[in-house]
């Protein structure tokens, strides 16, 4: 199951004793610090779960698949996430 950003801010009301109002105005700012940051060429680095960073991608030649026609793909950025040790270890059961 997806969780979405409404859902996210019930966890965060849910698990604290503030507003849904506040709720959803700390995950907002969170997310625009976290927009803000990498826009800036910066890593965002959450401990224990996980390094966020911006790569640069160089242009390239692909094919459009209904007709087979070549075309280059224009060079762009991509955000790119990197799990820490803590997170692999939760998602694999704590197996390493």
Same mark, same amino acid.
Do not use: V, W, Y
């Given at each position: +199951?997806?969780?979405t950003k409404t859902d996210l801010a019930t966890a965060i009301q /849910?698990? *604290?004793? %503030? *507003? &849904?109002?506040d709720s959803d105005? %700390? @995950?907002n700012q969170f997310i625009a610090l +976290? &927009?803000?940051? @990498? $826009? *800036?060429?910066e890593d965002v680095l959450i401990s224990g779960f996980g390094k966020f960073s911006v790569k640069s991608k160089a242009p390239r030649r692909s094919r459009f698949p $209904?007709?087979? /026609?070549e075309l280059m793909l224009r060079a762009r950025k991509v955000v790119t996430? &990197?799990?820490s040790g803590k997170l692999r270890d939760k998602i694999n059961g704590g197996q390493r």
């Open positions: +199951m997806t969780h /849910d698990g *604290s004793r %503030i *507003s &849904k109002q105005r %700390i @995950l +976290m &927009k803000n940051t @990498l $826009a *800036s060429r $209904a007709t087979g /026609d996430f &990197k799990p």
